[in-house]
């Protein structure tokens, strides 16, 4: 909604470059099936800003936080917008069951019948988790919302984001491969 990609994509291409700046010098390019059921396809090549898609793990909570409120605060020199409205917005998840349902029998998600019946409580999980972990590692939010009512920040748009990004790149894992040299 944002248009994130305009600026990000989501794909690592296949360049040794672009391999070790985006993941080190033991990454991994992108691989089909870590984006088969991303609607739409978030490829691209423009590099305005950093690729996302070994995002995840990258950054503490707090830090997506913040580079919402003002990229300027955690990147110096930052060109990308600020997004306050992501902050004070409450994310809006009365239709999420039905888009699970249409993407499950219109683009073959293999979601089960118990992450359809359970995406609430799934994402009330998840949201507690990226709150606890904001709260954690910054104390000047924590400050910040300790007189707003409990739960409050847990409803907003940024935390559905933040745990959007946390989860980008996870399902690649490096292993060694074991060769006579390192044997």
């Known amino acids: 909604r944002e248009g994130c990609n305009a600026c990000h994509s ?19 390019y992108s691989k089909a099936g870590e984006f088969v059921y991303d609607r739409p396809f978030l490829w691209g090549s423009k590099r305005t800003g950093p690729d996302l898609h ?29 997004y306050p409205w992501l902050i004070a917005t409450d ?21 089960t019948k118990a992450e359809i019946d359970s995406a609430n409580s799934w994402a009330n999980n998840q949201a507690s988790k990226i ?25 907003k748009e940024v935390v559905a984001l933040i745990s959007y990004l946390q989860r980008l790149g996870t399902d690649i894992k490096t292993t060694e491969i074991k060769t006579a040299s390192n044997n």
Request: net charge positive.
């Open 54 to 82: 070994r995002e995840g793990g990258k950054n503490p909570s707090s830090w997506h936080y913040k580079h919402m409120y003002n990229p300027r605060s955690t990147s110096a020199g930052s060109i990308m917008p600020r």
């Open 10 to 28: 989501q794909m690592v291409r296949p360049f040794r470059d672009e391999i070790v700046r985006f993941n080190g010098k033991n990454g991994q």
């Open 131 to 155: 709150v606890r972990d904001i709260m954690s590692e910054a104390p000047d939010l924590k400050e910040a919302y300790a007189k707003r009512p409990k739960g409050e920040l847990e409803k």
């Open 91 to 111: 994310l809006d998840r009365s239709k999420m069951v039905d888009k699970m349902k249409l993407m499950k029998s219109a683009f073959e998600v293999p979601y």
